[in-house]
Structure formats: C-alpha cells, structure tokens
C-alpha cells in the first residue's frame, strides 16, 4: 500500500531518535494517519469566522447546537443506564427503530428485513460493513463525490479499493455511469455504496432515478453479479424538493433480487441531532431471506460489534428510547426539519435574484441534507477556500475541487452574506 505523507510525518516522528516503535507497527499501524489535513483542518482554519459553514453538525439560528427538547429532557436516566447493552443494541431500542424505519418508509410495511443491529453511530456501522463484507484488494464502488472518510473505513482498515463513477450528468444523477461501473471486470461479488442525501453534496436521487437505480442494480443481479448494496441514510429524512425519492432504496432493494443484499446504514446522529450520542444502525435483507438467515446476519453484526467495541453507549440508547416514546418527538423533529428547509430555500432564493453568481461559480445539483456545493470558475477551490477565511471570515471545506457549504450549521440571516462573500472572493482572485 502507498502511504499517505501524513503517515509517513507520523512514522519518521516515530523513528526519530532510533525509537524502536515503528518496528512493532503492523503494517496497518504503518499506514493509518490522523486526516488532519482534510475537513477537519480546514474546519480547524475556519474557527473564530464570522459565517462558519465547514461543520457537519446543525445549529439554530443563534448558533447553538439544534436539538430536539424531548431528546434534552430525556437526559435524566434512571441508574440502569450504568450498565452494559447488548452488543446488538437494546432491544426496545431495536424494535422502536425498526417501527420508524417502517413509518418513515411506508412501501417496507410488508416486506421482510433483520432487525437494526446497534452499532456506535454510523461511522462504526460503515466499518462493520467493511469487516463484514470486503476482503484485501476487493473492490467498493462509489460515486466520485464522496464522505472522504470511507478511505480509512475501507481502504485503510480493510485494504479496499474505492472504485469511482462520475456521480452527475446534465444535472442529474448519473445511471449510466452506476450501470457502468457494475458491469466493469468479471462476474461475482460486487459491493457498492449509496449515499442519500449524499455528502457533500446534498443530493437525493429523484423518484425516476431511484427506480433506475434499482433497475440496474436488478439486470447485474441477473446477469450472474451478488450485489451487496450498501446504504449511507446517514442525513435521512431531510428532503427538499418534490418529485425527490422520499424513502431510503433499501424500500426497493430490499427484495428486488436473490442475489442482492441490502445494508441499510442509518440512526440518529444527523436525523436526531444527536451527533455525539454515538449510535447507529445495521439492518439487512434479502429477496426470500428466511427468519434464521436474518437472524444469523444480525449475528455476524453483533459480532464484530462484540469484537470491536463491545457494546455502543447505553446510556446513549435509553435516552433515544425515551425521546422515541415521547409524544412530541414527531412535532419537533418537523420544527427542525423546517429551520432547515429554510435555509434551502433561502439559499434557492439568493441563486434567483443573483443570476451574477453564475459567472462566478455553477451550483452543484442538491435537494436535501446538510450540505450543498459550487464549483468555482476560473479559480481553484483551494485558493477560494484561503481568500474566504484570510479577507471574508468565512469558513467553507473544499473536496474534489469543489467548495462544500454546511448551511445546516449557517443562521438563515447569514446564507445571502456567505454567497456574496463567496462571489466576491471568486472575482477577486481571478
Ligand atoms: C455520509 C456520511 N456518513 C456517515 C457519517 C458519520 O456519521 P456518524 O456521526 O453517525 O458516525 C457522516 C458524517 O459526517 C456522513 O457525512
């Protein structure tokens, strides 16, 4: 494997002084780097900005944390919470999971999946993905614009290789492409990865193009392919626009094909503003999966969770059990929904009456989630990213040479400024 040159930084500083420790690294050890130069450097530049839109977490328009008051009231726990959960996750928490899950995806009514399976948040869920189902060298396809933090999770951890497609074309998503790229090499097992709403760049496939999806995911099925199909819902639920796939496509992968294996990836991190909470989700099926087969794949879940981490944070998953109980849960996760709407439509609203931006930067396609980009024009991204912070306080993240905007944690009075500076920042080093 090619080191990364944060790792070969950390490793020389190992090796200083004739230290003997780089010579009990696995090799694993030898590679792995803290990312400290991707998001989360350039968040760390963007501290103290005066417009901060580089953080992938939700903040109310006075810039504290947005949180549900019935998940905040649920905080005071009776002692039981000290102890261990299952490795599988609490399963009153299971179940209630499973019902939203169904509620919040109404065609799953008669379908038959596991039961979710409690990871420590997604992140963890994404890697016991990879445990479970890549071996050294074995392929994961994704779309180009991706959360960089499937390298380590994939690649790092597992020895995958990320295999890209071109996620847009003519400002849609790109089938074509997907079909593409499941039909390249020799038949067998193919693992990809879907993420809606994506990071970064808030987009969810349309209804059209969800149904397209899964038909080309059901042709390399019958073509002679095992398909897992695995599912990021990490921002679930934050859907904009209408005529914008409302489920997750573990609704229709999740019996489209013998040979299909759907892996729904989700919880409450982004959907409950709960980022710090650390729980997730691990839900399978499979066309005509029986009762023990679903349940001998919740077995294999529980136990790398066992392996790994023991047990997610209990505490963590009786305070989401009591909130999920809690009457108001519903009406205040629609209030939440509606500050972000907002800032969508607000940032829709600033793109009308300033038909200018257009000669400054092009609007990737987005419709949902936290986050939406613009690719500059005539400017790298990178030396737009330093203007924004050195002369317009402003903070942004720059991925795959395209500016990434978190207007999720941006008060809605502040958006049109964000896109003034960003235009303004643009002219002025071109
Ligand atoms: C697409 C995507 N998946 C997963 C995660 C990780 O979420 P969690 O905080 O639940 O580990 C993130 C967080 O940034 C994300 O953007």
Redesign the pocket.
């Known amino acids: 494997m090619n080191l990364n040159p944060l790792a070969i930084a950390l490793n020389a500083d190992l090796s200083a002084n004739g230290g003997a420790v780089m010579q009990m690294l696995s090799e694993k050890g030898k590679a792995i780097f803290f990312p400290s130069k991707g998001i989360l450097g350039q968040g760390g530049e963007a501290k103290g900005s005066a417009i901060n839109a580089t953080i992938?977490t939700a903040l109310e328009d006075d810039g504290s944390p947005l949180t549900l008051p019935c998940v905040q009231k649920a905080l005071n726990l009776p002692k039981k919470a000290f102890l261990y959960a299952p490795s599988s996750g609490d399963p009153d928490l299971r179940d209630a999971w499973k019902n939203q899950i169904i509620r919040k995806n109404p065609s799953l009514a008669n379908k038959t999946f596991s039961r979710p399976v409690v990871t420590s948040?997604?992140?963890?869920a994404?890697s016991c993905a990879g445990y479970l189902f890549l071996d050294k060298g074995d392929k994961i396809i994704i779309p180009n614009l991706y959360?960089d933090n499937y390298e380590l999770a994939f690649c790092n951890a597992y020895g995958a290789k990320i295999a890209t497609y071109n996620m847009f074309r003519n400002g849609g998503f790109d089938v074509t492409a997907l079909e593409k790229a499941l039909a390249k090499g020799k038949k067998g097992k193919k693992v990809l990865l879907l993420?809606f709403p994506n990071?970064p760049t808030g987009y969810t496939a349309t209804e059209r193009e969800a149904n397209l999806i899964a038909d080309v995911i059901k042709k390399s099925a019958e073509d002679g392919n095992q398909i897992v199909a695995i599912l990021?819902d990490?921002y679930f639920g934050l859907v904009y626009e209408q005529g914008v796939f409302l489920e997750s496509l573990f609704s229709k992968l999740v019996d489209i094909h013998e040979n299909v294996l759907a892996v729904k990836l989700d919880?409450p991190?982004?959907e409950d503003y709960v980022?710090g909470f650390r729980v997730?989700f691990m839900t399978f099926g499979f066309k005509g999966a029986t009762a023990a087969q679903l349940k001998a794949l919740e077995q294999k879940a529980a136990g790398v969770v066992r392996g790994n981490i023991s047990n997610a944070p209990n505490i963590s998953q009786k305070i989401l059990l009591q909130a999920y109980m809690s009457p108001e849960y519903i009406e205040e996760k629609k209030q939440k929904y509606a500050t972000l709407k907002k800032r969508y439509d607000v940032i829709r609203n600033v793109f009308a009456e300033h038909p200018e931006y257009k000669d400054a930067f092009e609007a990737m396609p987005f419709n949902s989630g936290y986050f939406m980009c613009v690719k500059p024009k005539g400017v790298e991204a990178e030396n737009v990213r330093k203007e924004l912070i050195a002369h317009y306080s402003t903070g942004v993240i720059v991925l795959s040479g395209l500016i990434r905007i978190a207007f999720s944690a941006v008060p809605t009075d502040k958006l049109p400024m964000l896109f003034d500076n960003l235009y303004k920042a643009i002219l002025a080093i071109r």
């Not at 948040?121 to 963890?124: F, G, N, Q």
């Open positions: 992938g948040a997604l992140t963890h994404i959360w993420n990071n990021d990490a919880g991190t982004k980022w997730g």
